[in-house]
C-alpha cells in the first residue's frame, strides 16, 4: 500500500512533466505582429491657412508629432489598422480623423488632413444692477448656448473665450431679477474676434410677460404703415388680402405660443402639460402671449382696429384678449391696457364697421404725438388644460373703422390717378425708415432651403435680417398679387389677358417714406421678363402736405445680356423697358434707373413704385426687383 507521501509526490511530478511538455509545444494562438507604416497630412484652419506647431497624436500606439510652418506633418511606426488621429492646439477647437487599414497604401497613409476651427474669439461684458444705479452685479449665471455656464464675480465681469466664430445666444440669470437673453452673430467677430457686450442691464422690471424696457426696445420692430395683414388664404377682396406673401408676420415680433396659420397671425394660451404649463396661474393683468411692436400715433391713426377669428373657442367659452401699451418717456413706464379685456368666440372673422360683429377697436388718443409700444395678446383665464387661440388677419391704425374687407379709410391723395387708394392720413402718418438706406430685392433664404410645413412663413421672417425690400416697404396689390421668392428678385407685375391698359391706374405698387439728407439720389435695379413687350412703371414722390410729381430718372441703363434691352419714356409719367439679364449672381445686367431727390433735401418723402398694363398683349408684365435705396 502506497502512503500519502508518495502519492502526492507522484502527482508533483506529474505536474511537473506536463508543465515542460506543453512549454515545448509551439504557441499556435499567438497573433502575429501588425505591420507598421507612415500617416502624414496637412493641418489648416477654418479660413483656409496652415497651422504650424498642432501637436498630432495617435493615442492607443503613444505616437505623436508636431505640424511645421506649413502645418504638415509625419509619423513613422503606425500599425496598419484602425486609428483615431487628433489635433490640438490653444487657440483652435480640437479635431479629429479617423483612418482603417484601408487608409495606407504601400504602407502610407497620405493627406490624413485636418481643418480647424479658430476657437480665439470671446464674448465679454459686465453686468450691472438697474435697481442700484447700474452698480456692477455679482451672482449672475451665463449660459451660453445652453451649455457652458460661469457666475459673475464682485465686478460684474464675464468672458466666454477660445470660442470658434459662430452664432450665440447668451442667458443671464439671477433671483429677483428678470432673465435677459442677448444674442451675438457669427459677423459680429471681426478684427481681433472679440464681441465686447458691454454693461448688460439686470433687474429691470418686466412691463411685458418676460420682457423689460430695455428689452422691448431692443426687440420691437417698427409698424411703419396704417395696415397690415395677415394669413395665407384668399379671402372676398383678393389681392388686396395677398395670399403670397404674410406682410403681418414679416414684421411681428413676439413672445410666448404664436403660430403662423394660414387665417393669420395666431397668438395662442400655452398648454403643454409636459412644460408644466397646467401648472400656470390664471391671469388677467399679463399677457399669456403677444406680438408687440413699436408705433408712432397722431391724429391720423389714433384709433388700432383688429379683424380677428377664433379656434378652439365659442360664445360660452372664449378667447379673452386684449392690446398694453407703454409711453416709454413716461416717468415711470409701464405698460396700460386699452379699455377692457375682450372677448371673443367665433370661427368667423369680425366684418369690419358693420353693426353686426364689427372689428374690435382700441382708442389710442391719449398717445397722439407719441411714439409707443403696443403689444395685443391672449390671457389665461384657468388654470390646468386651457387652450385657446387668437388669429389676426389685420391690423389697421386710422381715425375711423375700414369696410369690411376694404381699403384705409380717409381722403384720397389728389394727382396720383385713379384708384391708388392712397389717403392723406396714410402720407401724414407713415413713419420714415431712418436706419436703413438700401433695401435687398432677392430673399437669401427661399421656401425650399426650409424644412417643414412653416417653411413659407419662416422665408419670411428672414427678410428682416437682410433688410429685405418686401419687409420695410408697403405692399399695395390693387389687381395683382406678387411673386416673393423668384431667385432674380422680389417681383411685382400685372394681370394678363383682357386687362384694361391704362397709364393712370395701377396694377401694383410698393411705397416708402425715405428722409432724403446726405444720400439724395433714389435708385432701383430691375429686371423684366419678355423679350416683346416692354413692363411700364412709375415712380412717385408724394411730400408731406400731399404733393405728387412723377419722377424722370436722371441716369437710365440696361444690361447688355439682350439685344432687345431697352428703356425710355411711355408719356403721363412712365417708363417703359425691357431687360431680360441678371440674377443673384450677375447684378451688373439688371436695368438701373437714378433719381435725383435733391429738390426734397431735409424732407421725409414717399416713394411709390408701380407697375402698370401698358399694353395688352395677352400676358402678365413683370418687375423683379433686385434692390432699390437711396445714395
Known sequence: MKTLKTIGALALA?????????????????????????????????????????????????KTATTDAFGSYKIDGVTITKHSVTFKKDGFADAAVSITEKSFVDKVAK?????????????????????????????????LNGAKNIETGADGTFNFDNLTIDDYTLTFTKAGCVTVEKKVEKASFTGDFVVDLGEVLMGSKELLRGLTLEQIAATANTFYYNEYRGGKNGSPDYPHF????????????????????????????????????????????VFDSYIYG???????????????RTHDADEANPTNFGVMVIDPNAADPEAVRIGDIRKYGNGEYTKGNSSDNPDFEFDLTPYIGKEIYFAIG???????????????????????????????????????GTNWKMTKEMVRSTMPITEIDTFDGISNVGPQDIDGPEKYRDAYQTWREQNHFAAYWACMPIHKDSEPFAGEGFVIKTNGGGTPVTLDEP???????????????????????????PTYFKVAAITEDCTVSFLEPKVHTVGNGHEANFAESAGNGAWKFINEGGGKDEPELYANFEYDLSAYSGKNVIIALAVFKGDDNGDENKMAIHSIGLK
Not at 118 to 124: D, L, P, R, T, Y
Not at 133 to 139: I, K, Q, W, Y
Not at 294 to 308: E, G, P, T
Not at 378 to 398: N, P
Request: net charge negative; with cysteine.
Open 111 to 143: 493627406n490624413v488632413d485636418a481643418i480647424m476651427a479658430v476657437a480665439c474669439a470671446s464674448i465679454k461684458g459686465t453686468t450691472v444692477d438697474a435697481k442700484n444705479g447700474n452698480a456692477p452685479l455679482a451672482g449672475v449665471s451665463i449660459s
Open 507 to 533: 396694377q401694383s405698387y410698393f411705397y416708402a417714406k425715405l428722409p432724403v439728407n446726405a444720400k439724395k439720389t433714389l435708385f432701383i435695379k430691375a429686371r423684366n421678363f419678355n423679350t416683346e413687350h
Open 242 to 285: 395677398d395670399w403670397s406673401t404674410d406682410f403681418l408676420y414679416t414684421i411681428t415680433s413676439h413672445q410666448g405660443w404664436i403660430q403662423e396659420q394660414n387665417e393669420g397671425t395666431t397668438i395662442q394660451v400655452r398648454n403643454r402639460e409636459e412644460d408644466g404649463d397646467w401648472n400656470n396661474p390664471a391671469d388677467l393683468d
Open 294 to 308: 413699436k408705433k408712432a400715433i397722431s391724429a391720423d391713426n389714433c384709433r388700432m382696429y383688429l379683424k380677428v
Open 378 to 416: 391672449t390671457y389665461r383665464v384657468q388654470t390646468g388644460d386651457y387652450y385657446k387661440q387668437l388669429v389676426i388677419r389685420r391690423i389697421v391704425f386710422a381715425k375711423e373703422c375700414p369696410s369690411d374687407w376694404g381699403w384705409c379709410p380717409g381722403e384720397e391723395v389728389q394727382g396720383l
Open 14 to 62: 506529474a505536474i511537473l512533466t506536463g508543465m515542460a511538455f506543453t512549454s515545448c509545444k509551439k504557441d499556435d494562438n499567438k497573433e502575429p505582429e501588425l505591420e507598421t507604416g507612415t500617416v502624414s497630412g496637412i493641418v489648416k484652419s477654418d479660413v483656409g491657412s496652415p497651422i504650424a506647431d498642432v501637436t498630432v497624436e495617435i493615442a492607443d500606439i503613444k
